[in-house]
């Protein structure tokens, strides 16, 4: 006899099975997984993200649970609620139970705990409770500036999850978010006061690959955070935040940069340097120092970039040649995500349609169709 399944499983199970005959009961397709059923409903994914939440947010001693944001970018991609809820069944197996707090951290003390990465419980009871103390407005404006250094914390995940937590309008999980960011918080080191250099970050990055210390290096493997944490102890890194003008802060030149990267390499670090980019546009509103905060986005990015060894990046001809092929429509690309079990699938096509929606990028769409499967 197969050993019962752990509480959270179970009540998650009973849940999605719940949903799922509401979904089917109420005239969505029978069939599980059909790309092309009506659009999800907002009780659905509420409801989906709301079980994710008794999950931790990390399971196997570091790695991220994406369920929560690939919901939302399977949900605004097109997707039905059975999808959703298959989904959902699937990507639970291999989730761990939410730890237990243990000891109060309040608004005194949460400063001091940053980065520990063994206090989420602990900062997840501070955040709900500040939430119903201040309101979901608040909470952000209150807690998210002194998070923004640490934009690379958990290899971008924790804000990529607390801007899809945004786009779904969900207090909850913003509160589940920010304990996530708070918990795994990752500086990368604070500016320096050097020159800036008037160019745009892309050829910031060509300059990366041409300075001895940091270029073509083996970091330490394991997960993106240890080679983050490396990069921000070598000497030659510090002065790298300061490089990218006060003036240039914006994110149209950091998008075109994360794009590059990723269109230039396919690499999985490069990835999460986009769909990052695209989170920071998606919190952009709620930011009180955008500039700020897109300072330490060219920080985080360049430390992916060094990371993955400062692979050349593509030339204007060699990008010109890659956008000349003939490409599927992002109809076609969002199916093929939609029936993807892959979540970095799932976001990386999300997030690229949107991004493309607003910057009219080319890299965008190829980017998208060659993680989708849809082109070679």
């Known amino acids: 006899m197969a050993p019962p399944l752990p509480i959270a499983r179970r009540g998650l199970l009973r849940s999605l099975l719940g949903l799922l005959g509401a979904s089917l009961t109420s005239g969505l397709s029978s069939r599980v997984g059909q790309a092309q059923a009506a659009p999800a409903s907002t009780q659905v994914i509420t409801r989906l993200l709301e079980n994710n939440r008794h999950f931790d947010a990390q399971y196997r001693g570091g790695l991220s649970n994406h369920l929560s944001m690939a919901l939302v970018a399977l949900q605004r991609l097109g997707a039905s609620d059975a999808r959703l809820v298959e989904y959902s069944q699937a990507y639970a197996k291999r989730l761990e139970p939410q730890p237990h707090a243990t000891s109060p951290i309040t608004s005194a003390t949460y400063a001091a705990n940053l980065g520990t990465q063994k206090r989420f419980a602990d900062y997840l009871v501070l955040f709900n409770d500040e939430l119903r103390r201040l309101g979901h407005p608040q909470l952000l404006a209150t807690y998210l500036p002194s998070l923004l250094p640490g934009m690379a914390a958990a290899a971008f995940h924790a804000m990529i999850r607390l801007a899809y937590a945004l786009q779904a309008n969900d207090a909850r999980e913003t509160a589940f978010s920010l304990a ?75 998008a075109e940069a994360a794009a590059l990267i990723y269109a230039s390499t396919g690499d999985f670090t490069a990835l999460h340097g986009l769909t990052s980019t695209h989170s920071l546009r998606i919190a952009w509103p709620h930011l009180p120092d955008p500039a700020a905060a897109a300072r330490y986005q060219f920080q985080a990015l360049c430390a992916a970039y060094i990371s993955i060894g400062t692979p050349p990046l593509l030339s204007e001809a060699e990008r010109a040649r890659l956008t000349r092929q003939a490409l599927p429509s992002w109809t076609e690309i969002s199916a093929a995500a939609i029936r993807s079990s892959d979540e970095h699938v799932i976001k990386l096509v999300y997030s690229a349609r949107e991004e493309d929606a607003v910057y009219h990028n080319p890299l965008y769409r190829h980017a998208a169709a060659r993680k989708a499967g849809v082109i070679g």
């Open 180 to 254: 996530y960011f708070a918990d795994t918080y990752q500086p990368l080191g604070a500016p320096t006061g050097s020159a800036a250099i008037s160019e745009p970050p892309v050829e910031l990055l060509r300059r990366i690959g041409r300075t001895h210390a940091l270029a073509h290096r083996t970091w330490r493997g394991g997960l993106i955070v240890n080679s983050f944490a490396d990069i921000a102890a070598e000497p030659a890194f510090a002065p790298v935040i300061d490089w990218l003008p006060a003036g240039a802060a914006s994110l149209t030149p950091l």
